[in-house]
């Protein structure tokens, strides 16, 4: 079995540095770090202590990756997967990433060292490269996120078709300008949602503008945010897609605060369907999706994998998602 001192030589530092981060211990460098966390991938370094349990023992618990907990998306999401867990039999362990990929990379050496039985990724930073020697050690399952190259269970939503459905439906109210908001730029189930707004726009040959797209919009601040960035524009839209009720609900309360009317200065549509679109005011026209169910899906689909000690494969499910119309637009 490799060594500690392998490590050492392989990464090119001290054996006390290498142990530090074995430990978790926070005053190592990020360049140092990440250099020890490749070199115990490439040779399969699995601690002593750990070892002995691999070839008997389960933990009967799942890791759920989630960017946020405290947003009520994946607060719902949480829910539904821990809830469907615990009837099963599994506990749930809940690990924030806060959109870093060196915590994501944490929790995968913690599937390889047994002290999990499985992840569920509710959001993927990492290149799916670097994932996949992982799937040597435990069921790892897509929900909410979408990877083409993994081949594992993907639970997730019909982005393009909720994007371009949103954007259209707008654009048969009569609305031309139109923009749009998603969260993070490497999430592929975003660059879906995008490619339905701008097709949507195609097809009506209606323009596409760059400064009408906005990036990093996930809370009820970030809404407030780009309601300044869009009013700040000499040619603005005159609706928008958040894609997020947080962020719909803080766009109309920015905007109501400023003396805009919504939605005959600004239409906004929202996503999740989440309570808050009903104490709003005006309450908010948003796309209702069907957390719960994904949910459960991904918690049941993971619970067969580890009860019948199966390897995972390659199974897309996408769920659609209806339009739920309100006041805002």
Not at 105 to 129: A, H, M, R
Not at 189 to 209: E, N, S
Not at 217 to 227: K, L, M, N, T
Not at 282 to 307: H, K, N, R, W, Y
Request: glycine share 4%.
């Amino acid at each position: 079995m490799p060594t500690i001192n392998e490590i050492a030589k392989k990464s090119g530092v001290s054996r006390s540095t290498v142990s530090r981060v074995l430990n978790h211990h926070p005053y190592v460098s990020e360049t140092k770090r990440l250099a020890v966390l490749q070199a115990i991938q490439e040779i399969n370094y699995i601690p002593n202590s750990i070892a002995r349990q691999l070839r008997s023992k389960s933990t009967r618990t799942v890791a759920i990756l989630v960017p946020h907990a405290h947003h009520p998306f994946f607060s719902q999401l949480i829910r539904s997967i821990s809830q469907t867990l615990m009837e099963k039999g599994y506990k749930a362990s809940i690990i924030q990433t806060f959109y870093q990929k060196d915590i994501e990379l944490d929790t995968f050496q913690l599937l390889k060292s047994k002290e999990i039985d499985g992840i569920i990724l509710t959001s993927l930073e990492n290149q799916w490269v670097q994932i996949e020697p992982f799937l040597n050690f435990g069921p790892i399952i897509l929900c909410n996120e979408y990877e083409e190259k993994a081949p594992i269970p993907i639970f997730c939503y019909d982005e393009y078709d909720v994007a371009f459905k949103a954007t259209s439906y707008l654009i048969n109210q009569g609305y031309q300008k139109i923009g749009f908001c998603f969260d993070v730029s490497h999430s592929k189930a975003q660059k879906l949602r995008r490619k339905g707004y701008t097709d949507a726009l195609r097809k009506a040959q209606l323009p596409i503008r760059k400064e009408w797209i906005f990036q990093g919009a996930i809370s009820i601040e970030d809404g407030f945010r780009i309601f300044q960035q869009l009013v700040s524009l000499e040619n603005r839209p005159t609706a928008i897609f958040t894609g997020n009720d947080q962020v719909a609900a803080g766009m109309i309360k920015a905007a109501t605060n400023n003396g805009y009317a919504i939605p005959s200065d600004l239409a906004i549509i929202g996503f999740d369907n989440q309570r808050i679109c009903e104490v709003t005011t005006p309450t908010i026209t948003t796309i209702d999706i069907p957390i719960m169910q994904v949910g459960f899906e991904t918690a049941t689909s993971m619970v067969e994998c580890l009860v019948n000690n199966q390897k995972v494969k390659r199974m897309v499910k996408k769920f659609k998602g209806d339009l739920c119309i309100r006041e805002s637009c």
